[in-house]
Nanobody
Framework: QVQVVESGGGLVQAGGSLRLSCTASRSIFSPYDMGWYRQAPGKQRELVAVVADGGSTNYADSVKGRFTISRDNAKNTVYLQMNSLKPEDTAVYYC???????????WGQGTLVTVSS
């Protein structure tokens, strides 16, 4: 069974930066997308950014120009570089891996990002 594990969360001041990482426990021998979602207290989980198997990316409007998603297939890892952080970016950030041909969808346990004003 594939698992994904996030790391890199923490406390940062507004305007600062953090980089999140998410690594799959083994190689996926099928095309797969990886993405980041977040859930703030009292709110629904929302898409932050996703990178497809071919490298195309998609971002939530709220993070465009500030966050960058990238992947390293050799390391089975996706990154989320977060710059110019705002207090409203405070949330638990979750990694998702989807391999549609394998009917596989995996979520990580989440990593907390707290941005102080």
């Amino acid at each position: 069974q594939v698992q994904v594990v996030e790391s890199g969360g923490g406390l940062v001041q507004a305007g600062g930066s953090l980089r999140l990482s998410c690594t799959a426990s083994r190689s996926i021998f099928s095309p797969y997308d990886m993405g980041w979602y977040r859930q703030a207290p009292g709110k629904q989980r929302e898409l932050v950014a996703v990178v497809a198997d071919g490298g195309s990316t998609n971002y939530a409007d709220s993070v465009k120009g500030r966050f960058t998603i990238s992947r390293d297939n050799a390391k089975n890892t996706v990154y989320l570089q977060m710059n110019s952080l705002k207090p409203e970016d405070t949330a638990v950030y979750y990694c998702q891996l989807v391999a549609r041909l394998l009917h596989l969808e995996v979520w990580g346990q989440g990593t907390l990002v707290t941005v102080s004003s």
